[in-house]
């Protein structure tokens, strides 16, 4: 099993001199398993654009692609409609991800893209025969060996995590997500502040914290959000659901994690900010015997 980086960022693309290393596109995995027949692709942000060049430039004609979203944030499916596949008449794209709307299908999230309001060509232009499938917590057998297993993320729209097994190795994808905390007042001046209501939301926390922790427990890989620093998080990014480097690193210590990788970086986070970061959590044995890194984009881990 081999996983490639093609964009690490979260929020929007960011080009420039000050992301050379860590690359400046939006969240874009491929997942690359030895006997399957189709490629197997995580989010399609802007670096879906080159991935799908290099598809193309391997085999093509007839390809046959799965994308998984985990959920239909700009940075998440914005590269879609620069995906070459799309406009080739003998691919196949099956298009999974969760159903943020009821009034809405993921078709119709996603498919809106291609609207002349913001681009060219329409949905009903796209040569390739494109088919979506909506997905909610659940476990599924993806054939070939192949074991999917998804979970809801603390995040404001209704987003999934993944779990890939395939031939004892286990890719787990958890971003974009913070830690589920205590939604109730707890000042005690507060009119209404409820002594109870206060245990029963930090228990509940507790619980679905813990839930997500079993989710990617023993994963070979783990992809983790980790857009924030604890400082930048307590600061002012509470509830935009991302996480911060000190909590992902522990979690995943706990859960038994043989490597995580840091993902979704902030927008406005240089190389040389990385590097200082990746120095304080990822180059000691602070959190245990964990592999730590921050993704870059370009990157293949084997496992």
Not at 183 to 191: A, G, I
Request: aromatic share 10%.
């Amino acid at each position: 099993m081999k996983v490639v980086f093609w964009g690490v960022r979260g929020s929007i693309p960011c080009p420039g001199l000050q992301t050379v290393k860590y690359g400046g596109n939006t969240a874009c995995i491929e997942l690359c398993l030895d006997e399957l027949d189709y490629s197997l692709i995580i989010d399609a942000g802007s670096g879906i654009r080159e991935l799908g060049y290099q598809l193309v430039k391997q085999q093509n004609k007839n390809l046959d692609i799965r994308i998984f979203l985990t959920h239909t944030h700009m940075d998440h499916i914005s590269g879609l409609p620069f995906f070459l596949p799309i406009y080739m008449p003998d691919s196949k794209i099956r298009i999974y991800g969760p159903v943020s709307h009821e009034q809405a299908t993921l078709e119709n999230v996603v498919g809106g893209l291609m609207d002349y309001r913001y681009f060219p060509i329409r949905k009903e232009e796209l040569a390739a025969k494109i088919e979506y499938v909506s997905l909610k917590e659940e476990h599924l057998d993806l054939g070939d060996g192949l074991i999917l297993t998804t979970k809801f993320l603390n995040h404001p729209i209704l987003c999934l995590g993944y779990r890939f097994e395939y031939q004892d190795k286990i890719v787990c994808t958890t971003y974009d997500t913070e830690p589920f905390r205590n939604l109730f007042s707890l000042d005690p001046k507060d009119p209404n502040y409820d002594e109870e209501l206060v245990r029963d939301g930090e228990e509940a926390a507790r619980e679905l914290n813990a839930q997500l922790e079993e989710f990617y427990r023993g994963a070979d890989l783990l992809i983790h959000d980790c857009q924030y620093t604890k400082v930048e998080y307590d600061a002012d990014k509470q509830d935009w659901g991302h996480s911060w480097f000190e909590y992902v690193c522990s979690a995943a210590a706990r859960a038994g994690v043989k490597k995580l990788a840091l993902f979704h970086h902030d927008p406005t986070r240089s190389d040389v900010q990385l590097e200082e970061l990746e120095k304080i959590h990822c180059s000691s044995n602070r959190y245990g015997n964990i592999e730590i890194f921050c993704a870059r984009e370009g990157m293949k881990v084997v496992l």
